[in-house]
Every structure is written in C-alpha cells, then in structure tokens.
C-alpha cells in the first residue's frame, strides 16, 4: 500500500516552526518566570510534541489502530508520571 507523501516545503515547515519553538523555549528558560514560565514551556514541549506524531510520524493519515495504539502508549506514559511524581511529592523530606 504506496501512500502519497506531503510535498517537502511542508516539512521543511514543520522543522522550521519546531527550531523556532525550540529556540523561544531555550530563551524562556534563561529568565526566571517562576511557575508561568515552566508552565510555558511545557506548552511549547507539548506542542513541539504533537507536530512530530502529526507530521513526521504521519500518525494524522494513519489508520485509526495506529492512532489508538500510539493514544495508549501516551495514556500509559502519562500514568507512569502521575506515580512518580506522587511518590516523589509524598515523601518526608528531612
């Protein structure tokens, strides 16, 4: 099954809007904005995120399985964070 590739100006794009994103994250985290800025930058890293699986993984033309299977793998990683990150905000720190 051939499938039709996007013309190359559309990548070359995509890898320009994640070089900038990736430079106005590098200047973000020189300044100190507290809790905005790593909120910001998490934004920006979700972003950057969604353009590979979208674009260069090609998960947007993929069959609904391959959608769903790479939904879960997401759901499962987000799981894994959510305990670690509880284990490492309950513990008593001396």
């Known amino acids: 099954m051939k499938r039709k590739l996007a ?13 900038i994103v990736l430079f106005v994250m ?8 507290a ?3 790593t909120a910001v930058i998490l934004v920006l890293a979700f972003v950057q995120m969604m353009l590979v699986l979208s674009f260069f993984m090609r ?3 993929s069959p609904k ?5 790479a939904c879960v793998g997401f759901c499962w990683l987000l799981i ?15």
């Open 65 to 69: 399985v391959i959608r769903l299977v």
């Open 7 to 19: 013309p190359k100006y559309q990548f070359i794009g995509i890898w320009l809007a994640l070089i």
């Open 59 to 61: 998960l947007r033309t």
């Open 80 to 94: 894994m964070f959510v305990l670690a990150f509880s284990d490492y905000l309950t513990r008593q720190w001396h």
């Open 35 to 37: 809790a905005v800025g």
């Open 26 to 33: 590098f200047g973000l985290a020189h300044f100190n904005f």
